[in-house]
């Protein structure tokens, strides 16, 4: 290009940088309400140099590119915060989903329902032979039934929709991060082309934006502008290729669902954002009927206690003469007991252990038959140590395990623990080898069994470091009988009326503990019925029956006894001695007895009540304190980057009129241009012509 036409170029350059400059102006004023559009600025550089004479001559402005304006460190900030928000948005929404259901305390809920109740009872014993009186208490009864029923179905519709939606948040994660692929795969070939992919990088973050706040993802921005997503560890998005997650069983046979990848079915930990929110909510529980996890009650005991017999005889008799008052007090009150026995001595053990299900004779008397060997669980005391051995299937010990460790590894192998309550009661006085005692006691602890040891030996603390361990109890044998003994059976009463799970979990553990106050009530009621006579003078029945059998009473799972439709059949005296009130009078005292919750905390059945309605006002006060929190950073987060990001109206003004004046600057010099060679052209020399 000749020299004298360099201005021509720099004239040239400036209507092709300022035509390009309106154009970037008028697509942010365009999009300016467009959701996650990041305005767009041009970038100028100087044009190439022509070298003539020694001398660099500029010819002009060139573009060197579009860019985005976004600042990714506030974009990690807003995601890792939105994250937080979906979890509490979750969690406030079914505690207020649960106050619906529940009704309290403005509504007539359960309360009134129970009042009602009791006070039907305390009517009756003021005339015990009132026919119409009894036909008040059944209906009550009825009505409590019918509000406890509904109650359980309601919860469950409740997980079963939590369950529905995480599917549908798991359904919209695969079609986001398959968009996100297929945007790094198309954003890649249109920058390696060198043009501009803004528009498409957009999308990109908008979809980032909302998979972030459905579960804790790790987004990694590549050198070549492409983005890898990755949950728990597992990739989701790796480049142009994304990996599609899929619902499975959280367990083996369970109604509820776990996220997994669907390509090896590895379930991916969640720990964050919407779905966690939804997991949590719904409970992190095997979803199988009768489910202790999933809120079903415990109105079983599997009891073994173990005796070692090289100690002195007197002492460990004096607690094995108890076992029977212990026994029939629980079985008295509706659980089901089933009862494992084992002797031990230095040379391991001497009478295997058995579990056997507790019955009581015409008496009421518990009669053991230690020698009816009807299973085999393999636990084994030795002198020398706490162990486990296995045993034959005739009950014959095979040889121990002197380790404690390698113990510890084998609880594993145990099949005979039931599903419920788990009580292991050790007696020995003689040293323990503690190697390894504190390994078996957390091994203990995660199977569910619950362990004292009473003993006064001399290495105490160990033996207490290691029922620590499992959650159990050590009691010095140094003290009373009486207080060995209400020890133990306080231990017991704990794993029956105070088994209270503490998650995060927020329907199954509702359940749990409704599911305890109801199984309580009915069978409390039930025991005091049974142990009256009817105005016909027959035993008393149940008050309250469940409607499947194999399952305990708890919501959902109760009617009132057929047998009742005979308003005789209410039970009102505990002789049956026409006007005697003694068995109508304590079943409504019920009300006022002390027997649910902790040892710590022991309730009636009014109050524990209302500390469940407390913990649903304290549970959704918290979280939707933390949803406000959340949303107060979020919202910062967010201002900060639109600060940065979003199209101001002002500043495109600004910009437009800029450009436009500088296009009109450079189409003025254009036109000088063409007017002088115009004039040369056309008008030189024509003098003389």
């Keep these: 290009m000749g020299v004298s036409f360099a201005s021509i170029e720099i004239a040239r350059s400036g209507l092709y940088v300022n035509d390009r400059g309106l154009s970037v102006t008028g697509h942010n004023i365009s999009n300016v309400n467009t959701p996650g559009y990041v305005r767009q600025q041009l970038v100028l550089k100087d044009s190439h140099y022509q070298k003539e004479s020694g001398y660099e001559l500029g010819l002009g402005a060139d573009v060197q590119k579009i860019r985005q304006i976004r600042h990714s460190f506030l974009d990690n900030v807003y995601r890792i915060e939105s994250e937080s928000l979906g979890y509490w948005e979750t969690r406030e929404k079914t505690f207020t989903d649960i106050q619906a259901i529940m009704g309290e305390p403005m509504n007539d809920g359960l309360q009134t329902v129970m009042n009602q109740y009791w006070d039907s009872w305390h009517e009756l014993s003021k005339n015990p032979e009132s026919l119409t009186t009894r036909a008040l208490v059944r209906q009550r009864g009825e009505s409590l039934v019918h509000y406890m029923n509904h109650l359980g179905n309601q919860f469950d519709k ?7 939606e995480i599917r549908i ?19 890649l070939s249109i920058e390696t082309a060198g043009d501009s992919a803004n528009d498409l990088r957009d999308q990109r973050n908008l979809l980032l934006d909302r998979v972030s706040k459905l579960a804790d993802c790790v987004i990694n921005e590549t050198q070549d502008g492409q983005i890898d997503i990755t949950i728990g560890g597992y990739f989701l998005v790796n480049r142009g290729v994304s990996e599609r997650l899929k619902i499975v069983e959280n367990e083996p046979g369970s109604m509820f669902s776990a996220v997994a990848l669907e390509k090896t079915g590895t379930i991916v930990p969640i720990k964050n954002g919407v779905i966690k929110g939804l997991m949590e909510s719904r409970g992190e529980v095997a979803g199988t009927i009768g489910s202790f996890e999933n809120g079903a009650p415990n109105d079983k005991i599997d009891l073994v206690f173990a005796f070692n017999t090289d100690d002195s005889p007197a002492r460990r008799d004096e607690l094995y003469d108890k076992i029977d008052s212990i026994v029939r007090d629980y079985t008295n009150r509706g659980i089901g007991v089933r009862l494992g026995y084992v002797t031990f001595d230095s040379t391991g053990m001497t009478t295997p252990t058995t579990f056997e299900n507790v019955s009581l004779n015409a008496n009421g008397v518990y009669v053991p038959d230690l020698q009816a060997f009807k299973d085999h669980i393999g636990y084994t005391l030795l002198g020398t140590g706490i162990s486990f051995n296995n045993t034959t299937a005739t009950g014959v010990a095979a040889p121990a395990l002197q380790d404690a460790q390698i113990a510890a590894d084998a609880v594993d192998t145990l099949t005979d623990w ?18 390894g005692l504190n390994t078996l006691g957390t091994q203990l602890k995660n199977d569910r069994i619950n362990t004292v040891v009473i003993s006064d030996i001399s290495n105490k603390m160990a033996l207490k470091g290691f029922t620590d361990a499992s959650g159990g109890r050590f009691i010095d044998n140094a003290s009373s009988d009486t207080t060995v003994i209400d020890s133990v059976s306080e231990g017991i009463r704990n794993s029956i009326y105070g088994n209270i799970i503490d998650s995060n979990d927020i329907v199954s553990n509702l359940k749990n503990k409704m599911n305890l106050l109801v199984n309580t009530l009915t069978r409390e009621v039930n025991s005091l019925h049974r142990s009256g006579f009817t105005l016909d003078g027959v035993n008393g029945v149940d008050f309250f029956v469940p409607i499947n059998p194999y399952y305990p009473m708890q919501m959902g799972n109760i009617m009132i006894n057929p047998k009742l439709s005979d308003l005789k059949n209410i039970v009102t005296s505990i002789n049956g001695s026409v006007g005697d009130n003694t068995v109508a009078a304590s079943i409504y005292s019920l009300r006022h007895k002390a027997i649910l919750g902790n040892t710590s905390n022991i309730q009636n059945m009014d109050d524990f009540y209302r500390s469940i309605i407390g913990d649903i006002g304290n549970g959704g006060s918290e979280a939707r304190t933390a949803s406000i929190g959340q949303t107060t950073l979020v919202n910062s987060a967010d201002s900060a980057r639109q600060s940065i990001t979003s199209v101001s109206m002002d500043e495109e003004m600004t910009n437009m009129m800029k450009y436009q004046f500088a296009y009109n600057a450079a189409a003025r010099v254009l036109n000088v241009f063409d007017e002088m060679f115009d004039s040369i052209v056309n008008r030189l020399g024509l003098v003389g012509r």
């Design 418 to 435: 039931r599903n419920v309550s788990r009580q292991f009661i050790v007696y020995s006085n003689n040293s323990v080898d503690t190697t």
């Design 169 to 187: 948040k798991v359904a919209e994660i695969n079609g986001i991060t398959k968009n996100i692929a297929d945007l790094n795969v198309k954003i």
């Design 158 to 164: 409740l997980q079963s929709d939590l369950d529905s």
